[in-house]
């Protein structure tokens, strides 16, 4: 028998807690027509300084289906969820918020989803059906959706929606979630990077009852920073791979840039030459030391979770074998390339007295040489990480075999 837990967190909700109880007990013979037989409501009245509570509590003593947890004092939109989460007795978990924006009603096409192979439902405000959102908020999470998208590599429209359905087998990949208003996106990135399925069903959004307690900046501000670091603890070279990759684009368009000139006959350089060459140099070897930075991070990360590294800079790899591999050879050929290049110009530069026109050449060689040997040194890193991270796998194979 399937059984659907819905959490409700509520802090000073008085306005709108009878309403949205009541809405959701209605949806019952939905959910059993879905296929959700058994049901229960939980509302985790969080700290409320006003009637939120006496007010939930009458209407839990006509059903046997709802109760209500009380926190003594206001621990955050998380920690009510999270004690919701903890005493849920369904296999399939549900919440929304308090204030009358989320539609109880669509609760059912949600649970089908999960029951159809789904471990987390998403209703999403973003994905087409009628919005009441105001604009700022709108923005707001068009560009955390497309932000999880870009860093998990997956499409999502409603990163930060607070209406979902999950199974509880998931809640152990899931954790540990943070106590605040960010629980949801944070919820979102995790289950992405955990590999879990994440299906969207549209739903439509209302005009919220009562006085919003989410700040545009403070709360956007502290949803980035949630997202940002929770990839970084699965797959920091995602972030610092693609920030990488953006410098040594830079610094080739640079280069491209004094080649053609060079081609073009042009052999001096004013202000704006200069500036680029010291751009490109900055964003070439910088860029090179934050991707390889960030691809011995996925190794401490793989250390870490005691599993072979999963993702990328592209979310799969690309080659077949990573990228970082070849660190090895790749750095050695920019290590010699530039230490000849230099030999060659100095050579040149000194048997002619002509070492001031030589600066072009002395210049890319100090690039491949500062290049050649980051990468060399992040290629050793790698190499003794990866050996930790299999030992342990080696050596249980080795017992398996004698």
Not at 106 to 128: E, N, T
Not at 207 to 212: D, I, N
Not at 260 to 285: D, E, H, K, N
């Amino acid at each position: 028998m399937t059984t659907l837990s819905i959490v409700i967190p509520a802090y000073n909700e008085e306005t709108g807690i009878a309403e949205i109880m009541n809405r959701v007990l209605s949806v019952r013979e939905a959910l059993k027509s879905a296929g959700v037989e058994g049901f229960e409501l939980l509302v985790v009245n969080d700290g409320s300084r006003d009637q939120t509570r006496k007010v939930a509590e009458e209407i839990a003593q006509q059903s046997p289906d709802v109760r209500v947890i009380n926190h003594p004092v206001n621990r955050g939109y998380g920690a009510a969820l999270k004690t919701g989460f903890a005493q849920a007795r369904g296999d399939l978990i549900g919440f929304l918020d308090a204030d009358g924006t989320y539609p109880p009603e669509h609760f059912p096409q949600l649970c089908q989803a999960a029951m159809a192979g789904a471990d987390l439902v998403i209703g999403s405000r973003m994905a087409g059906a009628e919005s009441k959102m105001p604009a700022v908020r709108r923005i707001g999470n068009w560009l955390f959706a497309t932000l999880l998208s870009i860093l998990g590599w997956q499409r999502v429209t409603d990163s930060a929606s607070g209406m979902r359905v999950f199974k509880r087998s998931s809640l152990e990949k899931l954790y540990p979630l943070p106590d605040g208003l960010n629980l949801t996106p944070v919820m979102s990135t995790r289950a992405i990077h955990e590999g879990l399925k994440v299906v969207e069903v549209p739903i439509p959004y209302s005009e919220r009852v009562g006085r919003s307690k989410l700040s545009a900046l403070r709360d956007g501000t502290i949803f980035l920073q949630s997202m940002v670091w929770t990839v970084m603890a699965y797959n920091p070279v995602r972030i610092l791979g693609m920030i990488g990759l953006g410098g040594v684009a830079v610094a080739l368009l640079v280069g491209l840039g004094l080649v053609i000139a060079r081609l073009s006959g042009i052999t001096t350089l004013g202000p704006w030459g200069v500036m680029a060459i010291f751009f490109g140099m900055v964003s070439g070897v910088t860029g090179v030391g934050i991707f390889a930075f960030g691809a011995t991070f996925n190794y401490l990360v793989s250390l870490f979770y005691e599993q072979p590294i999963r993702q990328g800079v592209f979310g799969k790899p690309v080659f077949k074998k990573p990228l970082e591999r070849n660190f090895g050879w790749m750095g050695a050929i920019a290590l010699i390339l530039g230490i000849v290049i230099a030999i060659i110009s100095l050579v040149i530069g000194i048997g002619t007295d002509d070492i001031l026109r030589m600066w072009f050449y002395l210049l890319g060689s100090a690039l491949l040489i500062l290049t050649g040997a980051q990468m060399v040194i992040y290629w050793l890193l790698m190499r003794v990480l990866a050996e930790l991270s299999q030992r342990e796998t080696r050596a249980q194979q080795d017992l398996e075999i004698h």
